[in-house]
């Protein structure tokens, strides 16, 4: 089966690492492109053509103010990826309850096998 187009999915679109760097970093404010580049360290026509996919899929927004671009993030873009995910977070939660659960089990079953039994009549 073909893989769908990064430019036209989010959610392939966030699969590449740079990008999800790009879009933590824009997550808490508005960013030139040359603070992008900077940050992450990476070369300034790249951060160009993840942007450009990152805006494609609607995920940031651009604005002009003369020469310069600003990027920032696009909340409502970005809130179909948050709930998705979300429900794996919830999945994961429930498994590290149970796990800590059976540890802390483990650890009292340890304890008392190791407490030494003090017949008071000695």
Do not use: C
């Not at 494609?56 to 600003?70: A, C, P, S, T, Y």
């Not at 179909?80 to 149970?98: D, V």
């Not at 800590?100 to 089990?105: M, P, S, T, V």
Request: net charge positive.
């Amino acid at each position: 089966m073909a893989r769908a187009a990064t430019t036209s999915d989010a959610f392939n679109a966030v699969a590449e690492p740079r990008r999800r760097q790009i879009l933590s970093y824009l997550a808490l404010q508005e960013r030139p492109v040359g603070d992008i580049v900077a940050a992450l360290s990476l070369d300034q026509p790249s951060v160009s053509k993840h942007l450009g996919v990152l805006r494609n899929v609607g995920l940031v927004r651009v604005r002009r103010d003369g020469r310069h671009k600003f990027y920032r993030t696009n909340a409502e873009a970005i809130r179909p990826l948050h709930e998705w995910a979300g429900t794996f977070e919830r999945f994961w939660r429930h498994q590290l309850s149970r796990v800590k659960e059976i540890a802390e089990e483990k650890a009292k079953e340890a304890q008392s096998i190791s407490k030494p039994v003090v017949d008071p009549q000695i």
